[in-house]
């Protein structure tokens, strides 16, 4: 193509400029489209069958289908493990993709009997549940599966797996928790400054907006303002930047499904969490009561196993690892990952490298 165009300029320089344009149009379709998609439910990634439905959570056990599923171990473990997740956000974080999925890992391990739970986001008519709803939840879950079981608690799971153990040292034969706050004043991240900083009235106030539950959004926003440049700004340079890069994309949108479904809180139950745990600091002062039971950490002496984030900046290291001061286990084996605080329970890393080393040298001790 020869000729000029406008204002002297060559005709296959305009052809070029509009050719451009077009396209750069077309990528800020496509970001927009992705930046304000509404999100879809996240889903379970191995096949899995409900054995247990309550009213606060269903209990998932895994199965596999696959025949030529690779297991990367020649040993195997009957004992249940049961991964107690987190009630904030979707409990999909346990698996979370087909190349991320800490349930995976342990099939993998030669755990052949995993479970999980999946907690239900709380409407107006559970606003009344409390922690005591909850632990009984899961006790149920182990009458059910049949004791004794390995809990793997992630985050609050982690806690509340510590808690029952306590309360049920027979039922639990060994405890694994990773990115868990067990002393919620050691090495305070921000959740923790915040939350011993604003009085009850503001959290009584975030319930009250809820109509009795806390609502999802108000998490996932607490979340984001912990990191606000990274949170409000940076995700959506970094998407613009990889619009028309077809994997990212897809992690993009697995992401934003995961994290961008709200998933309620009971409003006394939140109510107890902050006053009690992240306020008094109640579960290593030996006041914590579950279900009139006061909570006794030396009363637990099963083999403890810690995994941490190092990069985590809402359960630091130091929060959890506090808790082999507590407790009077005889094995304690602690481990650090190179992750965030999700990145502990489905980072590639964390689950090629640093998970497959922590249930080995688990299944080992139990054979000792």
Known sequence: MSGTGMFGLPMELWTEAVRWTGQQMQRQGRFLELAFRVPDKPTWNTPNRVVLDLVPLRLRQFVVEDPDFVYHTDQYCDIPVIVVTPQV???????????????????????????????????????HETLDDSFQAIKDCIDEIGEPVRLLGLCQGGWMSMVHTALHPDQVESLILAAAPIDFHTEPSGVNLMARTYPMLFYHSLVALGAGVLKGEFISMGFDNLRPMERHFGKYMSLFAHVDD???????????DWYGVPQHLPGRSYL?????????????????????????????????????????HITRQGQLFAAENYVSSSVIRKYTTDAGHIGVFMSRQALKKDWPLLLQEMHQDSLR
């Open 246 to 256: 077809h994997d990212f994309v897809e992690r993009y949108k697995r992401l934003t």
């Open 89 to 127: 956000n979707h409990s999909t974080i346990c698996d979370y993709a087909p190349e991320q999925s800490l349930v995976t890992t342990l099939l993998q391990q030669g755990y052949s009997r995993v479970y999980a739970t999946e907690w239900k986001s709380a409407t107006q008519e559970r606003a």
């Open 272 to 312: 107890q969490i902050v006053k009690e745990l992240f306020k008094k600091n109640s579960l290593i002062k030996g006041t914590f009561q579950i279900q009139g039971r006061t909570v006794d950490l030396a009363q637990v002496d099963c083999p403890l196993y810690m995994l941490a984030g190092s990069r985590d």
